[in-house]
């Protein structure tokens, strides 16, 4: 109908011009306060996974509580039932049973549950002039010069010869004690300051303090150390050489925590992509019986590039899979040529003081909801899956029919860097897969900021693909 208030300049504009609009105006009744409830679920998921191991402990656990039951291999399964496999403790995979075949196809969400962090090595522990030190490396990208004089954690398993597997977990509980990396001042760092950023903190001086008491009544060598290995011993019950199977990771010691004088954001570690992580599996645990089954993945070593037993290139999702189909006798090649992927990883937002890294008209902004990334990699386009226009107009058109707040996005500018996510790897599979995600400030940071209205609708858009017809 024609709005006679209108002059033609304005109602062009309105039919043809593609305007976008902050969230919070888009909003539905009601949403604010669900928004909030589902900040408040993730923000709890946050603080009880600091590591791959801790948040598939947790996602078993919501997944439990759910109505979901452990898969074994030729278990007999009807629409509605709810599986999970957890792939060495370290990544999982669940899955709603829908009312079609799995020839049909099925609907994937998949992000990752590793997040960068600092790895102690295989004989970390070492004293000099009188202080213990864990020696450690890096794992995913990090900017070095942001993880040191900052409060860290130790969270991690020891594997010992006998087969037990000791968990340890320091810093997160009530009164323990933290660790951090020590800098220097800024009157004998005249010449580090002269350094490039990315060089002015070597990734062999990135040691973590651990101790400075020396063992009393003694004379010998290392007192310091010694204090160390004895106060573990009694602890964990483990020696210095049992580092050497260990997995000990030194993750940053914040809680999660609302951020602005109107808390609209939440700052945490780990959002880059326990944001998706947990966006994906809330969606799924609400699932009853979806007309396409529903798989929820979450993977362990992207930031490494996906790799191993434990990430989205190894075949244990291709076992789960063709373990479901072989129940109903449909190979999972038939499965994967009609399924849908969406990959669920964080995206750079928009930072007003980094402008110069952003093309503004393809970025993604905070408040804007969930970024779909048609393509990331680096320059051209390399290393990324490139979903086809038909894939995105579908996805276009499912998010829209669900009310979910989205945008498109890009990982900055052309030629200034990129990145990639596991979404190669499913396309790889003969999978249709598009990247979807929550845009972060300060992404692999230590403290990393996003914003609540974004989270929630990537939990309403993976619920959206789950519940696509
Ligand atoms: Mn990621
Ligand atoms: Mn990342």
């Excluded at 808390?263 to 979806?290: E, F, N, T, W």
């Excluded at 110069?356 to 970025?363: A, G, I, L, M, T």
Aim: one cysteine or more.
């Amino acid at each position: 109908m024609k709005d006679k208030d209108m002059t033609r300049g304005e109602e062009l504009r309105k039919a043809l011009s593609y305007d976008r609009k902050n969230g919070y105006d888009r909003l539905l009744p009601g949403e604010r306060e669900a928004m909030e409830e589902y900040c408040a679920g993730y923000k709890e998921f946050l603080d009880a996974g600091k590591t791959e191991r801790e948040c598939v402990d947790r996602a078993v656990a919501l997944a439990e509580a759910a109505g979901f039951r452990a898969y074994a291999r030729g278990m007999e399964l009807k629409p509605g039932d709810k599986v999970y496999r957890v792939n060495r403790g370290k990544s999982v995979m669940l899955a709603v049973m829908g009312k079609e075949s799995l020839a049909e196809g099925v609907h994937i969400a998949a992000a990752h549950i590793d997040s960068p962090r600092l790895d102690l090595k295989q004989n970390p522990l070492y004293e000099a002039d009188e202080l213990a030190y864990c020696k450690t490396h890096y794992y995913g990208g990090i900017r070095k010069y942001q993880w040191v004089t900052i409060p860290l954690e130790l969270h991690g398993v020891v594997a010992l010869k006998s087969g037990q597997v000791v968990r340890v977990s320091v810093g997160n509980g009530e009164g323990d004690p933290l660790f951090t990396i020590d800098d220097l001042l800024p009157h004998l760092g005249v010449e580090q300051s002269r350094k490039p950023l990315g060089e002015a903190i070597p990734g062999e001086s990135l040691n973590i303090l651990v101790g400075s008491r020396p063992l009393a009544d003694d004379e010998g060598k290392d007192r310091v150390k010694l204090t160390v290995l004895e106060l573990l011993n009694r602890k964990y019950g483990i020696v210095e050489e049992d580092f050497i199977s260990a997995e000990l990771c030194a993750v940053p010691a914040f809680r999660a925590c609302d951020i602005g004088f109107d808390r609209s954001m939440i700052g945490a570690y780990g959002h880059d992509d326990r944001v998706c992580a947990y966006a994906c599996l809330a969606a799924i645990l609400q699932l009853s019986a979806p007309e396409r089954t529903a798989v929820c993945v979450l993977a362990d070593k992207e930031e490494i590039g996906s790799e191993g037993v434990t990430g989205m290139k190894s075949a244990a999702f291709d076992t789960f899979m063709e373990d479901l189909c072989a129940g109903q006798n449909v190979p999972v090649r038939a499965c994967y040529e009609k399924s849908f992927c969406l990959s669920a990883d964080v995206t750079a937002a928009y930072d007003p003081n980094f402008a110069d890294v952003y093309e503004k008209r393809n970025s993604a902004f905070v408040n804007y909801g969930i970024g779909l990334c048609k393509y990331t990699g680096a320059r051209g386009k390399s290393g990324a899956s490139d979903a086809s226009a038909e894939l995105v107009a579908r996805v276009r058109r499912t998010l829209d029919e669900a009310s979910v707040v989205w945008q498109m996005a890009e990982l900055g500018k052309v030629d200034a860097g990129g990145g990639g996510t596991v979404a190669m790897f499913m396309a790889e599979r003969n999978i249709d897969t598009l990247d979807a995600g929550v845009p972060v400030l300060s992404m692999h940071a230590p403290f990393e900021t996003v914003g609540k209205l974004d989270c929630y609708m990537t939990f309403k858009g993976a619920k959206a693909v789950f519940e696509e017809a």
